[in-house]
C-alpha cells in the first residue's frame, strides 16, 4: 500500500490532494476550473465527478455505500476485471472479478488549470495470482475536464492467451429512473438476465418501468440518457467496448442488497462499457488491450 508521504509525490498544488476519506480509505480529490472528481485507490474506484458548468453531479453514489476493506463502493465508476457478472469456471470467486475489491497505486499525474490526470496501476501480486493465475498488469487512466475520460488498458505479459472480460460499471445519477429513457441500442440483441438470459432485440429506445439487467452485444455506438428532470442528456462515448451492460434494480431488489437507502434506487441507472459475454476478449501474449469512454452532459 503506499502510504500518504510516496502519494504525495503525485500531489499537484490547487488540483489533486490525496486524503482519508470514509472507512479511512485514501482517495484522490481532483479539481480544476472545469470539473472536480474523487478517486478512491482502493478498486481505483471514482466516486464523485461535476463538471463545473452542471448543477449537480453527473455520477451517482449510494448514501448507504460500504467503504470497507475488500468490499466494493456502491456507485460511482467500479471497474470490473478481470471478468465480467460471475467467474466463468468458478462461482466461489467475486462476481465481477477482484480489480474493484483490491488497491491500486497511483503511478502519473499531471494538470492543466482544466484538465487533470491520474493514472492507478494494479500489477499482479501473490493475492491476485490464487484468483488469476496470469501476468496481466492493468491501469486505468482518468481525465478529469468539463467531460471524464477513462481508459482501462490491459497488457498481457505472460507466454499464454487469456479469456478477458471488463467493464467500467457507472452509476449516472438521474432525475427519476421512470422519466429517462436510453438511446443508442436500436437494433442490438441482449441477454435478458431477469429472464434466463435470454437473447431477446431492441427495437427504438429504452425505457425502464422495473429490475432492468441486459447485456447488449455488439453494441459500439454511443449511448445517450435523456433525463427531463435534470434537463439534460448524458453521452456515453466507447471505444473498444462492444458491449453495453443496462442495470437497474427497482424496489425490491435494491431493498434486498443492503446498501441503498429505501428510495436511492429510482435516481440511478447503471449503463456500462463493456466487453462481455460473446464479446469477452482473447489476449494473446504480448497484447495489450484499451477500452475507451468519455462521459459528458448536454443541455435538454
Ligand atoms: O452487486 P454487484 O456485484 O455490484 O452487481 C450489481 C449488478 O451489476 C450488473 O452489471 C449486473 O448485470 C447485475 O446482475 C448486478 O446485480
Known amino acids: 500500500m503506499q502510504s500518504l508521504d510516496a502519494l504525495n509525490r503525485y500531489a499537484i498544488p490547487e488540483h489533486l490532494f490525496f486524503r482519508f476519506g470514509p472507512g479511512g480509505q485514501i482517495f484522490a480529490d481532483i479539481r480544476n476550473r472545469s470539473a472536480s472528481a474523487s478517486v478512491f485507490l482502493q478498486g481505483a474506484h471514482l466516486t464523485a465527478f461535476q463538471p463545473r458548468s452542471?448543477?449537480?453531479?453527473?455520477?451517482?453514489?449510494?448514501?448507504?455505500?460500504?467503504?470497507?476493506?475488500?468490499?466494493?463502493?456502491?456507485?460511482?465508476?467500479?471497474?470490473?476485471?478481470?471478468?465480467?457478472?460471475?467467474?466463468?469456471?468458478?462461482?466461489?470467486?467475486?462476481?465481477?472479478?477482484?480489480a474493484?475489491?483490491?488497491?491500486?497505486?497511483v503511478?502519473?499525474?499531471?494538470?492543466?488549470?482544466?484538465?487533470?490526470?491520474?493514472?492507478?496501476?494494479?500489477?499482479?501480486?501473490?493475492?491476485?495470482?490464487?484468483?488469476?493465475?496470469?501476468?496481466?498488469?492493468?491501469?486505468?487512466?482518468?481525465?478529469?475536464?468539463?467531460?471524464?475520460?477513462?481508459?482501462?488498458?490491459?497488457?498481457?505479459?505472460?507466454?499464454?492467451?487469456?479469456?478477458?472480460?471488463?467493464?467500467?460499471?457507472?452509476?449516472?445519477l438521474v432525475g427519476d429512473i421512470q422519466s429517462v429513457y436510453l438511446e443508442g441500442l436500436d437494433g442490438c440483441d441482449y441477454l435478458d438476465k431477469t429472464a434466463g438470459f435470454a437473447r431477446q432485440h431492441q427495437e427504438g429506445k429504452l425505457t425502464f418501468t422495473g429490475e432492468t439487467d441486459r447485456i447488449y452485444v455488439n453494441s459500439p455506438s454511443d449511448c445517450v440518457i435523456h433525463d427531463p428532470r435534470m434537463h439534460r442528456r448524458i453521452r456515453i462515448s466507447k471505444k473498444q467496448a462492444d458491449s453495453t451492460v443496462?442495470?437497474?434494480?427497482?424496489?425490491?431488489?435494491?431493498?434486498?442488497?443492503?446498501?441503498?437507502?429505501?428510495?436511492?434506487?429510482?435516481?440511478?441507472?447503471?449503463?456500462e462499457s463493456a466487453n462481455a459475454a460473446e464479446n469477452t476478449l482473447q489476449l494473446s501474449s504480448g497484447q495489450t488491450h484499451t477500452l475507451s469512454v468519455c462521459y459528458s452532459a448536454e443541455p435538454l
Not at 435494491?254 to 428510495?263: H, K, L, S, V, W
Open 107 to 172: 503511478s502519473e499525474s499531471s494538470s492543466s488549470d482544466t484538465s487533470t490526470r491520474i493514472i492507478l496501476t494494479l500489477e499482479p501480486n501473490e493475492e491476485t495470482r490464487t484468483q488469476w493465475p496470469h501476468e496481466t498488469p492493468v491501469s486505468l487512466e482518468i481525465v478529469v475536464s468539463e467531460t471524464l475520460e477513462m481508459h482501462l488498458t490491459t497488457h498481457n505479459a505472460g507466454s499464454e492467451s487469456v479469456v478477458l472480460g471488463e467493464a467500467l460499471h457507472t452509476y449516472f
Open 246 to 271: 443496462v442495470w437497474t434494480p427497482w424496489a425490491d431488489k435494491a431493498a434486498a442488497m443492503g446498501d441503498y437507502t429505501p428510495e436511492g434506487w429510482r435516481q440511478m441507472l447503471c449503463v
Open 54 to 98: 452542471q448543477y449537480d453531479p453527473l455520477i451517482w453514489l449510494s448514501e448507504k455505500s460500504r467503504f470497507a476493506v475488500g468490499k466494493s463502493i456502491r456507485g460511482g465508476i467500479p471497474v470490473c476485471w478481470p471478468w465480467f457478472g460471475p467467474h466463468p469456471d468458478n462461482p466461489q470467486l467475486p462476481a465481477h472479478g477482484f
Open 100 to 105: 474493484r475489491t483490491h488497491l491500486w497505486i
